[in-house]
């Protein structure tokens, strides 16, 4: 089992920053991808971003490049994801999860957190 704890989130205005943490535990070893995806209200789940846990290889979503980065922090086991010139549009609840593979972290995840909301005001 793997536990995903979420902190962060809440309320910035439109063009602000913001960041999400997702500090895993449990059985770690078994992560193969780690990132988050999101649940805009009356629309399908949409990846945002992962990495792999055991390598550098990071993927963000074409639409999110430039505004949204993900990083971790290996010393303190946490996973961050960085927002940057917030949009109303990126209002959703945003969850960590892990999963095999990158393709399916949004629908076939392994774990999931238990989702932060995020409310971009205009």
């Known amino acids: 089992q793997v536990q995903l704890v979420q902190s962060g989130g809440g309320l910035v205005q439109a063009g602000g920053s913001l960041r999400l943490s997702c500090a895993p535990s449990?059985?770690?070893?078994?992560?193969?991808?780690i990132g988050w995806f999101r649940q805009r209200s009356g629309r399908d789940s949409e990846f945002v971003a992962a990495m792999k846990w055991n390598g550098n290889e990071i993927y963000v979503a074409a639409a999110l490049e430039g505004r949204f980065t993900i990083s971790r922090d290996s010393a303190k086991n946490i996973l961050y994801l960085q927002m940057h010139d917030s949009e109303p549009e990126d209002t959703a609840v945003y969850y960590c999860a892990t999963a095999r593979t990158v393709d399916t972290l949004k629908s076939e995840y392994d774990y999931r957190g238990p989702g932060t909301q995020v409310t971009v005001s205009s």
């Open positions: 449990g059985r770690t070893f078994d992560i193969q991808v």
